[in-house]
C-alpha cells in the first residue's frame, strides 16, 4: 500500500514537472528549478488535502476510455478546422448551441464531477467552449466556431460594382 502511494506521488511529480516545462516552453536552469519546486508543492498540497478532506475525491461513472478517445479525436479534428477558418480571408460567425448531457442520478457530488470533467472535456477543443451548465435541463449552452457552408450565401461586398 505504501509502495503504491509513492509510486503514485512520483508519478504526479512528474507529471507536475513536465506540464510545467511544456507550458514555460523552454528548459533552462530556472525553468527547471521553479518546474521542481511547484511539482513538489503540488504533491503536498495533494497529500495535505487528502488527509484533511472529509471524503475521497472519486469520479464515478464518467467513462474514461470513451471520454479520452472521443476528445483527442475532436481534438484533432477541431485543429484542423479551426486551421482552415484562420487561414480563409472570409470572416466566419459563431454560433450557441445546447448539447444535452445525461446525470448518472445516484448522487449530487458524483454528478457534480462528472459535469466537471465533460465541461472541461468540451472546452478543451479549439472550436468549441462551454460557456454555461444547464442542470435542470441536463445540458451544456456551448459556442462553437462555425465555418460558413458552402451552400450560404456570402455576404455583400461594400465595394460597388464597376
Do not use: C, N
Not at 530556472?30 to 475521497?56: P, T
Amino acid at each position: 500500500m505504501v509502495a503504491k502511494r509513492l509510486s503514485l506521488r512520483a508519478v504526479t511529480f512528474a507529471l507536475m514537472a513536465s506540464a510545467y516545462l511544456l507550458l514555460s516552453g523552454q528548459t533552462s536552469a530556472d525553468e527547471l528549478v521553479a518546474a521542481v519546486v511547484i511539482a513538489a508543492a503540488a504533491v503536498a498540497l495533494a497529500q495535505i488535502l487528502s488527509r484533511v478532506s472529509e471524503r475521497a475525491f472519486v469520479l464515478q461513472g464518467i467513462g474514461w476510455p470513451r471520454l479520452i478517445g472521443g476528445t483527442l479525436a475532436r481534438l484533432a479534428r477541431e485543429v484542423m478546422t479551426v486551421g482552415a477558418v484562420l487561414t480563409s480571408r472570409q470572416p466566419t460567425d459563431g454560433r450557441f448551441e445546447r448539447q444535452r448531457f445525461f446525470g448518472i442520478g445516484e448522487d449530487e457530488q458524483a454528478e457534480a464531477g462528472r459535469r466537471a470533467v465533460v465541461t472541461l472535456a468540451t472546452s478543451l477543443t479549439p472550436a468549441s467552449f462551454v460557456i454555461g451548465v444547464l442542470t435542470a435541463h441536463h445540458e451544456l449552452l456551448l459556442h462553437r466556431l462555425a465555418p460558413r457552408r458552402a451552400s450560404e450565401p456570402r455576404p455583400a461586398s461594400k465595394r460597388r460594382p464597376a
